[in-house]
Structure formats: structure tokens, C-alpha cells
């Protein structure tokens, strides 16, 4: 069974830092990885997904990492704003597709 | 559309009602994702679908959930004779292949009393 940890729990940072966020998984066996993002009672917003034989993948001010031998990805956040204040998650799919997810890490932005 | 709509947005039933949440995918993607939230950000999986047919149900309690996902009708999700640990927010997501990044739903509430 899949079981993915999301490191540190809560994030609280001034604005203008940037923000570096921790996903680790345990069965490297993955096909892709995608990070959410989810707001108080709201939905999952997708950010960015990476497939298994992707390195990294970037969208504005978001750059995703993985290494799927360590069972490894990180979030990176530059020039975090208040607007990024959000609970972020990590979800992980096998040849299944259905998604394993980290339980979050609660980011607040400080301005 | 261009977004997964999910209704109702709160449901609220006693203990040992039924009750039934629908989902409407994104126009042109074939498959269907069912997961639970419960506490904070506990997600399970419960059963997905390429367009009509079951594609995965191995997360469905099938004693008293089941599922659908119909042509030309929004897809729907009914759990018969709910439990207090029933109490979830229901997400549903669709992506245009398998592989493909899965987009969700708002959610539906079920509060269960």
C-alpha cells in the first residue's frame, strides 16, 4: 500500500521568502505525481503534474522536483505572496490511476 | 463545461437515510474519479470510471454505496442507509486519459446525524 508523507506539516513565512515543500513516498512503482492546492472549504486546485520519467516540471513561480528511485518531490514557491497562503498536497498514482495522498502542508504567508 | 460541477454543495441526512451526490466531468473527458475527505486531509479513493463502464472499485464500502456514471447524465454516487461515519466532503475529479492530471470537483458536504 502507498503511503505518502508530507513534511513539515505548517509553513509560516514572511512574504517575499521562498517556500520549499517536502513529499515523500514509499513504493517508487509510480506513474505520475501532482501537487494540489486546496483552500478552507474549497476544492483542489491542480498545480502541477509531473509523470514518472519527468525530472521536474515548472509553471510561473512553481517548480516541481521528483526522484522516483528515493521516492522523493519538492514543491518549490518563489517569492512566496499572501496569496499563497493554502494547504498544499502531494498525491501519487500507480498503474491504477487512482490517487494516494500526503495529508498536507498549511502554508501561511505572512505580509 | 469547462469545470467538474458537483451538487448538491451541503447535504445533510439522519442516520439510515439515503442519499445521492451527482457529478458533471469536464465535456470530452472519459474518465470519472470518486474520493472521500474525511477529518482535515484523509482522501480516499473510492471507485473510478471510463465513461460508462467501472474502471477501479476496489475503495467502494459496496454493501451500501454505489455508483454510476450514465451517457448524456451527470454522474452520481448514492449511499444507502448512511452512518454517522459517513460524514465526508465527497470530491469527484475527471481527466481526459487515465494518466492524465485529474481535475476536481468543489466537493459535496454529507453531514450525516
Known amino acids: 500500500k502507498q503511503e505518502v508523507t508530507q513534511i513539515p506539516a505548517a509553513l509560516s513565512v514572511p512574504e517575499g521568502e521562498n517556500l520549499v515543500l517536502n513529499c515523500s513516498f514509499t513504493d517508487s512503482a509510480i506513474y505520475n505525481l501532482q501537487w494540489f492546492r486546496q483552500d478552507p472549504g474549497k476544492g483542489l486546485t491542480s498545480l502541477l503534474l509531473?509523470?514518472?520519467?519527468?525530472r521536474e516540471q515548472t509553471s510561473g513561480r512553481l517548480n516541481a522536483s521528483l526522484d522516483k528511485s528515493s521516492g522523493r518531490s519538492t514543491l518549490y514557491i518563489a517569492a512566496s505572496q499572501p496569496g499563497d497562503s493554502a494547504t498544499y498536497l502531494c498525491?501519487?498514482?500507480?498503474?491504477?490511476?487512482?490517487?494516494?495522498f500526503g495529508a498536507g502542508t498549511t502554508v501561511t504567508v505572512r505580509a | 463545461g469547462e469545470e467538474v460541477a458537483q451538487t448538491p454543495k451541503h447535504l445533510v441526512r439522519g442516520e439510515g437515510q439515503k442519499a445521492k451526490l451527482y457529478c458533471a466531468p469536464i465535456k470530452g473527458h472519459s474518465y470519472v474519479f470518486w474520493y472521500q475527505q474525511v477529518l482535515k486531509n484523509e482522501f480516499k479513493f473510492l471507485i473510478s470510471?471510463?465513461?460508462?463502464?467501472?474502471?477501479?472499485e476496489t475503495g467502494m464500502p459496496k454493501e451500501r454505496f454505489s455508483a454510476k456514471c450514465l451517457p448524456n447524465s451527470p454522474c452520481s454516487l448514492e449511499i444507502q442507509a448512511t452512518k454517522l461515519e459517513d460524514s465526508a466532503v465527497y470530491f469527484c475529479a475527471s481527466s481526459l486519459r487515465a494518466e492524465d492530471t485529474q481535475y476536481f470537483g468543489p466537493g459535496t458536504r454529507l453531514t450525516v446525524l
Open positions: 498525491a501519487v498514482s500507480g498503474t491504477d490511476y487512482k490517487l494516494s
Open positions: 509531473i509523470q514518472s520519467s519527468q
Open positions: 470510471f471510463q465513461n460508462e463502464n467501472v474502471f477501479d
